[in-house]
């Protein structure tokens, strides 16, 4: 490995010189190196993330010729977080839906409780749907959580009463536009 300092030609270099040279720039210093000859073995967990990359980029390049989808796409990629609709697009397949909280101070069991939910983010979320488990994992009730214009959090309605909450499983589905889903848990003492 040779280290090269002030040289004008070589300044910031990156990539292969012939068949036996490498460069690149390692903390600002242009580093010159011999090309590796060992084999490349990727892990399980690298070829999961390759393909997920192809899956989002066919995805992304399916919603650019969706005029809908694009628009959605520009008008996120406008806010200065993506470079264009693209990435946007790219970038929502490539990150869940995340659940920060399921509030569930103000749920009493009664009919009519609201349970609020907070997602990391409320643009790209589209669907949640909330399950109510007794302390067996018995369903007692499912249904869909809604959000209105202005409002940061999700919010589910009860049907049905419960006479205790001790056990009771709050399991919550959150979706976003590519199908991606986050599930959350939440056990009430």
């Not at 470079?83 to 790219?90: E, G, K, S």
């Not at 839906?97 to 907070?118: C, E, H, Q, R, Y």
Request: charged fraction near 25%; aromatic fraction near 6%; hydrophobic fraction near 40%.
């Amino acid at each position: 490995m040779a280290l090269i300092k002030e040289n004008d030609l070589t300044e910031g270099m990156s990539g292969k010189f012939g068949k036996k040279i490498v460069f690149r720039v390692v903390r600002g210093v242009t580093v010159a190196s011999r090309r590796s000859t060992a084999p490349r073995v990727q892990t399980e967990k690298q070829l999961a993330h390759q393909v997920r990359f192809q899956r989002a980029a066919e995805y992304a390049k399916a919603k650019m010729q969706d005029p809908v989808a694009k628009q959605e796409y520009k008008e996120m990629a406008g806010n200065g977080a993506f470079a264009n609709p693209f990435a946007a697009a790219l970038g929502d397949y490539i990150t869940r839906p995340k659940v920060l909280d399921v509030n569930v101070s103000g749920f009493t069991g009664a009919v009519g409780s609201m349970i609020p939910v907070l997602v990391s983010d409320n643009a790209k979320t589209i669907r949640m749907k909330i399950d109510i488990q007794n302390a067996d994992g018995v369903l007692i009730e499912s249904g869909e959580a809604s959000l209105k214009a202005g409002d940061t959090e999700w919010k589910y309605v009860t049907t049905q009463a419960l006479a205790s909450l001790t056990g009771v499983k709050i399991v919550v589905t959150a979706i976003d536009r590519p199908g991606n889903e986050t599930i959350f848990e939440k056990l009430l003492a």
